[in-house]
């Protein structure tokens, strides 16, 4: 959500100017703009350009994604003022800024985000992330910590959004098509990248086509873009969330939250907030997975280091530091692009065995396979165990005209 609604921000201000009154009528458009084109991407069963994001690639954005999120939740866990850029340029920003932490903030953020990792394993059925912000509210409004100069969510506007249709103009929604474009390509990754995740975990499948039409009905309904969040899917899954009635739920919640009870929210730290992010980000970054393709994929299985043999392991770092270096939509085409031309490499090089003839019953058997094959004097026999086509036909020329030899 962080990524789509970062993208989002700077298609609106280049088309906006600055913020003003317009911005909030372009964010809209921008939301219409993509939901139509989620919408006419799921009705005309698109979903299987997610195919183009292999599983490896996925985990190597799941986990450069997620490391963003933190790097951008550790300033307000500080209480400092942090910086922007990549994930890098905000580290240092956050190792420069380290001198002005608060104390107060640091003991808040901190606090929270210990007692939710250890009520998360000490008592998993326990909401930890419900009692560390009530805790957050109560300690906040107690001690008064906004005047020892800890940031809190501050004033929240109360009651219901109208409804209505942006006031914008065809020039303004063309200015924002081919952005769209590129915020529904990132909405359906990081939303696809969050279910695919939690569904491996409790063992279901999901559509693309209705996870893009899901996101066409939200992106015109909701007067901004909407996606499915990795931070927020954590913080709901480790709830214990696993149907879609916990949506209905939250809807009726935020509902009554924005009629009745946001002045308790007033009060709430940001380091608390950052607390609750960081707790259910983490166990995102999934190290133990790529550290488990780099095993399997090298040349000596088994040990941790080595030469890298299979192309899996290149395309999830690729991915993950094309998030992390030049951000969402960057990496996320840095990855994509990776496992194409990986896989057109490896489609170039097709397994070519050569065959014998098993004595006995006359059958064809790979000679690297049975060493009790023969070969037939004079005729070579090969397997090629692929498709032939352009991007192989030379290799395979090659192969049967002097690669192997009787």
Known sequence: MAATAALSAAIVGEAAGGPGAHSAALTAALAVTVGIAALLAGLLRLGFLANLISEPVLKGFIVGLALTIIAGQLPKLFGVEGGSGNFFEKIWALIGDLGGTSGFTVLAGVGSLALILVLKRAAPGVPGSLIAVSLGIAVAA????????????????????????????????GGLAAGSVGVTLVAFAEGLGAAKNYAARDHYEVDANRELIGLGAAGLSSGMVVNSSLSKTAVNWSAGARTQLSGILVAALTVITLLFLTGLFEQLPEAVLAGVVIAAVVELVDSHSLVSLYRVFTRRPGQAYGVAARPDFMAAVAAMLGVMVFDT?????????????????????????????????????????HSESRRIPGVIVLRVEAGIYFANAERIRSEARGGRRP
């Not at 940031?151 to 929604?173: H, K, N, R």
């Not at 990776?338 to 058997?365: C, D, H, M, T, W």
Request: charged content about 20%; cysteine-free; aromatic content about 8%.
């Open 142 to 173: 107690v001690f008064d910590l906004e005047d020892h100069g800890v940031d809190v969510v501050g004033s929240i506007e109360t009651g219901l959004p109208s409804f209505g249709f942006p006031d914008v103009s065809v020039d303004d929604l």
């Open 329 to 369: 939509l960057p990496g996320l085409f840095i990855g994509i692009g990776v496992s194409l031309l990986l896989l057109l490499y490896r489609s170039s090089r097709p397994v070519i065995s050569e065959l014998g003839q098993l004595p006995g019953n006359g059958r064809f058997a790979a000679l690297d396979r």
